[in-house]
């Protein structure tokens, strides 16, 4: 049976950015016509089709308008990476990776982002896009919260080992949903101590000095089936 690895992105393969948000507002500005009046104060671990449903609601603008606002934020997205603009890698995580492929496990995505967005922060990020596979990966933009994301993962990957891999509780709350198990990674903006409180199997610092103890506790669920 095969088994995947269901990568965060922010937070956990590429740090979190401040001026990386800025596609948000930039895409709200221009598909309503005004920035912002009220902004959601912790976005952490939010999908994007959750995020902006809900930016949209607390200033008051129809939820109809989400389809142009995605579309806006891909155009957005690719203009702010056609001009340079640089995220960076955790530390470990791409050797990560191919360590994990090494052992012949599937790297894919399950993550808040869209798509086209995902595959822009990868790259910028110095990541490439053949890292992963995108054809059993999960992206967030049409998805109302990360349960219903982690809901899809089964009926489309069928039997054998799917680990999710994040830094939020929000990421250990999905994947309890769908009765997945969890690794957390301290390098996005919650603690060592935090993800303790959730139901990860377990908690590493960063993917440089917690590698081992990754990847072997994903070696122990595959031997389990």
């Known amino acids: 049976m095969k088994t ?49 449903a809900k930016l949209l609601e607390l200033n008051g603008h129809p939820s ?26 955790v530390a470990g995580g791409p050797q990560a990776l191919r360590r994990v492929s090494s052992r012949g496990w599937t790297n894919s995505l399950l993550t808040g982002n869209g798509p086209q967005h995902s595959r822009y922060k990868l790259l910028a990020a110095g990541y490439s896009i053949d890292d992963f596979n995108w054809q059993s ?12 994301l982690t809901s899809l993962v089964a009926p489309l990957l069928g039997e054998g080992t799917n680990v999710i891999i994040g830094d939020t509780p929000n990421d250990g709350l999905a994947a309890d949903s769908a009765a997945l198990p969890f690794i957390a990674v301290a390098t996005g903006a919650y603690s060592v101590a935090d993800l303790r409180g959730t139901n990860a199997l377990l908690v590493v610092d960063n993917l440089e ?14 031997q389990r089936g």
């Open 64 to 89: 109809t308008m989400l389809d142009d606002l995605l579309n806006e934020l891909d155009g957005r997205t690719r203009a702010q990476h056609d001009s340079g603009f640089v995220r960076e890698a």
């Open 209 to 222: 000095t917690g590698i081992d103890d990754l990847l072997g506790t994903i070696a122990e669920l595959t």
């Open 4 to 52: 995947h690895i269901l990568w965060d992105i922010d937070g956990t393969l590429i740090h979190n950015s401040r001026d990386g948000t800025t596609v948000y507002l930039d895409a709200f500005t221009r598909v309503t016509g005004a920035p912002p009046r009220r902004r959601i104060t912790n976005p952490h671990g939010m999908t994007e089709g959750q995020l902006l």
């Open 137 to 148: 990966s999960f992206f967030g933009d049409r998805s109302p919260d990360r349960h219903h």
